[in-house]
């Protein structure tokens, strides 16, 4: 995570309130503002956004926007869809971003996603082939 003086440099953020675990305050987005959440502690990283416009729900690339805002382009952060169980939701449109800070977060391998750009087509097989090794998996090529 950027520290708060890295973050307040992007001047898209005016904190209204901080403790010894986060802040909160108004996320300039480029085309909407909101509210926003970000704190630290039992070994999370979060940050969520609210819209004022209640009808709007950010989209992916406000989500990247608030990543990369947020946290280093080394690092991963992840929205997280829990059991129906777990839900929370207090806030409409409210959408979340996380980060693991007490193990290395396991992501999946970006071959199941799609070709990286440059990537060729031997290495992608490779990478497949990799993934099925890891996950103790026998790759049967279609």
């Not at 396991?106 to 031997?122: D, F, H, M, R, W």
């Given at each position: 995570m950027?520290?708060?003086e890295?973050i307040?440099a992007?001047q898209?953020?005016?904190?209204?309130?901080?403790?010894?675990?986060?802040?909160?305050?108004?996320?300039q987005f480029?085309?909407?503002?909101?509210s926003?959440?970000?704190?630290?502690?039992?070994?999370?990283e979060?940050?969520?956004?609210?819209p004022?416009?209640r009808?709007y729900?950010?989209t992916?690339?406000?989500?990247?926007?608030?990543k990369?805002?947020?946290?280093?382009?080394?690092?991963a952060?992840?929205?997280?869809?829990?059991?129906?169980?777990?839900?929370v939701?207090?806030?409409?449109?409210?959408?979340?971003l996380?980060?693991?800070t007490?193990?290395?977060?396991i992501l999946?391998?970006?071959?199941?996603v799609?070709?990286?750009?440059?990537?060729?087509?031997?290495?992608?097989?490779?990478?497949i082939?990799?993934?099925?090794?890891?996950?103790?998996?026998?790759?049967i090529?279609?």
């Amino acid at each position: 995570m950027k520290t708060i003086e890295e973050i307040m440099a992007s001047q898209r953020i005016a904190i209204d309130l901080t403790d010894p675990e986060g802040f909160q305050g108004v996320i300039q987005f480029p085309r909407w503002q909101g509210s926003i959440i970000v704190s630290w502690g039992a070994g999370w990283e979060h940050a969520s956004v609210s819209p004022f416009r209640r009808s709007y729900t950010p989209t992916w690339d406000d989500m990247c926007f608030l990543k990369d805002l947020i946290w280093r382009e080394d690092e991963a952060a992840i929205q997280i869809h829990p059991p129906k169980e777990e839900y929370v939701n207090n806030m409409p449109n409210c959408l979340h971003l996380w980060r693991c800070t007490y193990r290395e977060m396991i992501l999946p391998p970006s071959c199941l996603v799609g070709i990286k750009k440059g990537q060729t087509g031997a290495e992608l097989k490779k990478e497949i082939e990799e993934a099925y090794r890891l996950a103790g998996e026998r790759y049967i090529q279609g």
